[in-house]
C-alpha cells in the first residue's frame, strides 16, 4: 500500500460512506457502500476516521472474506492487523493466515507504517477473536 494520496482522500469521517455488513463477537464489519472497482483493493479500505472515538471495526476483501482488523483511538486508526496478505514470507510461499501489523501515525507524511510481526502481547490480546474470525489465523 504505497504513495500518500488515497490516504489523505480517506481522510475524513466515515459519514454515510460505508455500511454494517455483519458482525462478529460484537464488532461491525462494515463496507463502503459505492465502489467504483471492484477489482481496487483501496475500496475496500475501511476508513481511517471514526465517528465513534474509540471502537473497531473489521473489513471484508473482494472475494468476501475478512481481512483486517482496525482499531481506532481518538476517532482515528491506531493499529491494523492484517492477513489474507503476506510481507514476510519468500516468493511463492506466501502464508495468508499469518496475521501481522500495521501502525498509524499522523505525524508522518505516508501514515500507516510498514507491515511489522504481531507480538506475543497482541496475539494474546485478540487471538480469541481471530480464531472465531478463521481458526486458520496464527502468529
Ligand atoms: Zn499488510
Same mark, same amino acid.
Given at each position: 500500500m504505497g504513495g500518500g494520496s488515497w490516504y489523505r482522500a480517506g481522510m475524513r469521517p466515515e459519514s454515510n460512506q460505508y455500511r454494517k455488513i455483519g458482525e462478529i463477537e460484537g464488532i461491525k464489519v462494515i463496507s463502503k457502500? $459505492? @465502489?467504483?472497482?471492484? @477489482? +481496487?483493493p483501496r475500496e475496500f479500505q475501511l476508513p481511517?476516521?471514526? =465517528? !465513534?472515538?474509540d471502537t473497531m471495526y473489521l473489513a471484508q476483501n473482494e472475494k468476501g472474506q475478512i481481512n483486517q482488523l482496525r482499531i481506532f483511538t481518538n476517532n482515528r486508526a491506531a493499529i491494523d492487523f492484517d492477513w !489474507? =496478505? +503476506? =510481507?514476510?514470507? $519468500?516468493k511463492g510461499k506466501e502464508d495468508i493466515f499469518r496475521v501481522h501489523v500495521h501502525e498509524w501515525d499522523?505525524? @508522518? $507524511?505516508?501514515?500507516r507504517s510498514v507491515a511489522r510481526k504481531i507480538t506475543d502481547a497482541e496475539w494474546e490480546l485478540y487471538k480469541d477473536l481471530f480464531k472465531k474470525i478463521d481458526k486458520r489465523l496464527h502468529k
Open positions: 457502500i $459505492e @465502489k467504483r472497482n471492484l @477489482k +481496487d481511517t476516521y471514526s =465517528h !465513534t472515538a !489474507t =496478505h +503476506d =510481507h514476510f514470507s $519468500e499522523f505525524s @508522518k $507524511e505516508v501514515p
